[in-house]
């Protein structure tokens, strides 16, 4: 395959998955690393290294939008952060050593949960819940807008929120993913943080937990600029265009849609890691 | 809430701004040294299906920046991505000098923490 030829199908493709990410939520990131690895035969540490640059493009650059809501918890996501990106950190120097087909199989394992999850819905709680005394230390509570007026929420769980969050940066610097999933169940059902909070303080750490193990990829030479560039420009177009007709679009039948393409490609990953292929 | 007016929620949209800013400038530097590649590499064949890692002309900063200066296609990319990964970094370093404007020490400590971490997945793994 020529350059041009793989530059082209791989913008194509890339630009679908942010697009669609976008659209229905579930992130773009996850189905990167499968089309580059599965469809195009690159090296699953390249298409890692490719994956991790656009979940840092789609972060930083949706960052604002999400701010001016008001609704993400600075404090909250920095914290945690402490714990993501030393995670991110220890998950990409564990897929520096193991095998691809081993990365592949966990990788095909989280994208068959992450669709099991996309299927659940989960209504808001609504109940306002008593800080605990290690989140009142460490001035987590906050407030946040609601159709009447602004109010007070109280956090929990913070050790299991923290345990929980460390394993999402695992996960981020093993797969190239955002692990936003995880990252939002550990706010929303461990510390008992409104979901509307949870996810946009989610979106702001995903960005920040890729650059920890960004790092490590470029200064192993794992980020090849001839796979980045179509990935990050593509994921990137595709979802400020996804965000912007997501406002019109009847989504529901599409999240099924896309849950199912992430299901196919689960079990693809973990077929193609046992077999060795990958 | 506070005597200095600087909010959370100020900083953090002036932030988001900023950040966005970068990301803009990150991808219009990729995509002129894309560009470049195009035009120069489009050609060629491509061999990515087994690992060999990038030269090290493309792994380190001071590497990407001699080449990208020298004009090469490839290094002007890689350094859009540096731009990339900067982004979030920046954002840290914001918020740490946010949260000293605040006069927030406990969140200071905290968001060095996490500067520390990014800086040395950056620069202290190279080598």
Known sequence: MTVHLFTALVFFGSFLAGFLGALTGLGGGVVVVPMLTLLFHVDIRYA??????????TSSGAAAAYVREGYSNIRIGMFLETATTIGAIVGALVALRVTGSAIAVVFGLVLLYSAFLSGRHREASGQ????????????????????????HYGVTGVSAGYGLMFGAGVLSGLLGIGSGAVKVIAMDQAMKIPFKVSTTTSNFMIGVTAAASAGLYLSRGYIAPGIAMPVMLGVLA????????????????????????????????????????? | MNQTGWTDQRIEVIIGTLLRMGVMLAAAVVFIGGVLYLVRHGQETIHYSTFHGEPEALK????????????????????????????????????AIAFALEHDYLYVVITLVVLVVLLYSLLGSTG
């Open chain 2, 60 to 95: 380190s900063i001071p590497g990407v920046l001699k080449s990208a200066g020298a004009g090469q296609a490839r290094a002007i990319i890689q350094l859009g991505l540096l731009l990339l990964i900067a982004t979030p970094i920046a954002r840290v370093l914001f918020s």
């Open chain 1, 48 to 57: 890692i290294g490719a994956s991790l640059v656009s979940v840092i493009a």
């Open chain 1, 128 to 151: 306002t819940i008593q800080s605990s005394a290690l989140a009142n230390r460490l001035r987590l509570s906050a407030s946040y807008p609601t159709p009447h007026g602004p109010e």
């Open chain 1, 238 to 278: 595709g979802s400020l265009i996804g965000a912007k007709v997501l406002v019109r679009a009847q989504v529901k039948v599409l999240r099924y849609v896309f849950a199912a393409v992430i299901v196919v490609l689960g079990f693809e990953m973990i077929f193609n890691g046992l077999t060795g292929r990958l």
